[in-house]
């Protein structure tokens, strides 16, 4: 294990907003009521400086933009913001500017999610990222009194380098048909971490040698109907955020040895029948973990029990299982897999 390294653990928010004049809002996401989208890139780049990060690639359709980060991923939907970020970014910090700014567009926020894994460097993480207690204290502190629904936890596992924590805050319960998936991945095999290096002096800029690598290592086939927008970090490292209809997956990588980490999240609908268990199986198959922990929030038990199905014909094996029910966020369920080799 490398003395410090760069930080591969992200730090995840999510912000979920209504609005007082129904023709600025659309929550089925057709495309009528901007709402969040109104905000314009320097009101973004503003928010993302008190954050400690930047855009360094875009695109958007009908129903959300996407932008990949210096440090990981946005994502500006009319009702929500997922923001996304490693490294020793301050993330937190990007909640009160984001909620003035909503403010301004005449929007009113519903309910806040924050979730991480463990940080492999904690001691290299700024205020409030200092500890869980810090940065519950910090949201709880920046959130409006209307969010009266509040929850923080810590989600163990038998696996000393990994849990998970939660904090949750709304306005009322009211479970979304969307379900989320989290996974983050330690000790990537080798030659699969391998693939996320660039050649020295390749003359190729970020977005061009990101679809090399795209392409090199199949993320692409993950989602063939995702349209990709994909990064590559010099001399090392490697985002993509997916965007296929109303719905996005998201891929980081930071693959050096001693400290290697590779992250997926996506999105389903608890009505439809999303394979989860192929996707499990692809991106397992791409990073070769040695451990590996799959969060799923608001999915029902078909979408949790398939985890280990999935991943136990790949040789890892479950560790640990915990669940816990959040007021807006409903059921996550925690489970940590590693390879029979450890």
Not at 157 to 170: E, G, I, L, Q, Y
Not at 185 to 209: C, I, Q, V, W, Y
């Amino acid at each position: 294990m490398a003395v410090s390294g760069f930080e591969g653990f992200e730090k995840r928010l999510e912000l979920h907003f209504f609005g007082d004049d129904p023709t600025e809002m659309d929550h089925n996401n057709l495309g009528l009521g901007l709402g969040l989208r109104r905000l314009d890139f320097d009101s973004l780049q503003q928010v993302l400086h008190a954050v400690q990060c930047t855009v360094v690639s875009a695109v958007g359709n009908l129903y959300f933009d996407s932008y990949v980060l210096s440090e990981s991923s946005l994502f500006v939907y009319p009702d929500k913001i997922i923001i996304k970020t490693c490294g020793t970014t301050q993330l937190l910090k990007s909640v009160r500017p984001l909620l003035h700014h909503a403010r301004h567009l005449g929007l009113s926020l519903s309910s806040v999610r924050y979730t991480r894994g463990n940080y492999i460097f904690p001691e290299s993480q700024p205020f409030p990222h200092t500890s869980f207690k810090d940065e519950v204290v910090y949201l709880e502190d920046s959130l409006p009194n209307s969010l009266r629904f509040r929850k923080a936890s810590v989600m163990p596992s038998k696996t000393p380098t990994h849990s998970w924590h939660v904090f949750t805050a709304s306005t009322e319960i009211d479970l979304g048909d969307v379900f989320t998936i989290e996974i983050c991945m330690t000790e990537l095999d080798k030659a699969s971490a391998g693939k996320f290096f660039r050649r020295p002096g390749d003359g190729k800029n970020g977005d061009s040698a990101g679809k090399d690598m795209t392409e090199a290592t199949a993320i692409g086939n993950i989602n063939p109907s995702a349209l990709i927008c994909d990064y590559a970090f010099d001399p090392c490292g490697y985002s993509m955020n997916g965007i296929d209809g109303d719905r996005y997956s998201t891929i980081h990588v930071t693959p050096e040895d001693g400290y290697s980490y590779a992250s997926f999240e996506t999105v389903g609908s608890r009505r439809g029948g999303d394979d989860v268990a192929r996707v499990l199986k692809k991106v397992a198959q791409i990073f070769r973990p040695a451990t590996m922990s799959v969060s799923t929030t608001s999915a029902g038990r078909d979408v949790w029990g398939r985890v280990a199905t999935a991943l136990e014909p790949l040789g890892l094996k479950r560790r640990s299982c915990a669940a816990d029910e959040f007021p807006s966020a409903g059921t996550v369920v925690y489970q940590t897999f590693t390879t029979r080799r450890k």
